[in-house]
């Protein structure tokens, strides 16, 4: 999945005056009659719900509008260059970094919104509007100016309902690929997801989008491994499920570095909703110290579940108690208390007699 790009976008230029004068006969001596040059076309961005991700960006350095057209005899202007609409896909954020800083243009979320990023040069003047009493037979006219240049980046950040985020190797992807179709790799050797991966799970009758997030490791901030960019798409989900190793060297060392690295990069990720699922309960060697590992997460006032993505126990319950998480903080976000259920029952007959 490509989740960034960067690109240069051009505005049209705007036509050139006309310089010409009225030629007509019996009119010898006709005036200056050169139209304006039209306006060049304008670049804007424009989210579209058809698009999954930024990959038609790649090898694509420069877009270009339209140029406006030359003005002409009689007073003509030039047609208007041709628009040009960027479509990229929702949840893109737009940044320009033209001027040397990231400065955020538009975050668009909706289908349909955009955002016009290059506005197109204008259209030079004829010689008509040059024209004086001294100087009846004007030979100049203006040029159009050129249109604005930018350098952007999209930023995609995916909108799932969970963001699964843990070490390499906690069993992430297996996880994934245990509640959903999603094609995931999964193999022993670390970093086996290099990129986001999305399944949609059935759950209770309505389908959730889950994200398996690459690992994380102690310096992954600061680049290490992978790094942590893929965390913006943890910035948009409803709840995190920390996935952890149960046949880890030390668990809650892992949990603790999670933290850490979450707050490194935002440290609004720390205030989302999330559970701890500690890993391959499965393993004969992770439930001879799974009351171990309880007593310690709950020395950190942690509520561990103990899960096995192979065997599929307690995975569903996770992610139900995420939602609920999430749906939660929904409705608390909100300042308001979810609407009681209007019961309607049937009136009571009255006794005859």
């Given amino acids: 999945m490509v989740d960034n790009v960067e690109i240069i976008v051009r505005a049209g230029k705007g036509g050139n005056g006309a310089a010409t ?7 010898p001596r006709g005036g200056p009659d050169g139209g304006d040059g039209g306006p060049g076309g304008s670049v ?20 270009r509008a339209g140029n ?3 003005g002409a005899r009689n007073k003509k202007s030039g047609g208007r260059g041709e628009e040009l609409v960027i479509k990229v896909p929702l949840n893109t ?3 320009d970094l033209t001027g040397g800083e990231d400065v955020l243009l538009a975050d668009l979320t909706q289908h349909g919104e955009g955002v016009t990023v290059a506005g197109g040069g204008k259209g030079g003047r004829g010689n008509v509007h040059f024209a004086t009493s001294t100087n009846q037979a004007p030979t100049e006219a203006e040029e159009g100016t050129p249109g604005q240049e930018r350098r952007l980046r999209f930023e995609m950040r995916l909108a799932a309902d969970i963001a699964l985020v843990g070490p390499p190797n906690s069993g992430r992807s297996s996880l994934l690929r245990s509640v959903s179709r999603a094609p995931v790799a999964v193999a022993e050797y670390p970093f086996t997801t290099r990129g986001p991966e999305l399944g949609a799970v059935d759950l209770h009758g309505k389908s959730v989008v889950v994200v398996d997030l690459p690992g994380l490791m102690p310096g992954s901030h600061a680049g290490k491994g992978l790094g942590n960019s893929f965390l913006r798409h943890a910035q948009r989900s409803g709840a995190l499920v920390y996935v952890i190793a149960g046949d880890a060297g030390d668990p809650i060392a892992d949990y603790l570095m999670l933290r850490e690295e979450l707050g490194l990069y935002d440290k609004g990720l720390l205030r989302k909703p999330h559970v701890v699922a500690v890993n391959k309960a499965d393993l004969p060697s992770v439930q001879a110290v799974m009351e171990e590992l309880r007593k310690a997460f709950h020395r950190r006032q942690v509520e561990p579940h103990f899960i096995s993505a192979q065997t599929g126990q307690g995975v ?15 409705v608390e976000a909100a300042g308001v208390e979810e609407e009681p259920v209007e019961v309607i029952r049937p009136k009571p ?3 005859k007699g």
């Fill in 44 to 63: 804007s961005i424009e989210a579209d719900r058809n698009m999954d991700d930024l990959g038609c960006f790649k090898g694509r350095g420069l877009f």
């Fill in 316 to 330: 569903m319950e996770v992610l139900a108690e995420s939602m609920a998480g999430a749906k939660a903080a929904v």
């Fill in 93 to 95: 954020l737009v940044w």
């Fill in 68 to 70: 406006g057209q030359s």
């Fill in 21 to 27: 004068f009225h030629r007509e006969k019996y009119i």
């Fill in 349 to 351: 007959k009255a006794r």
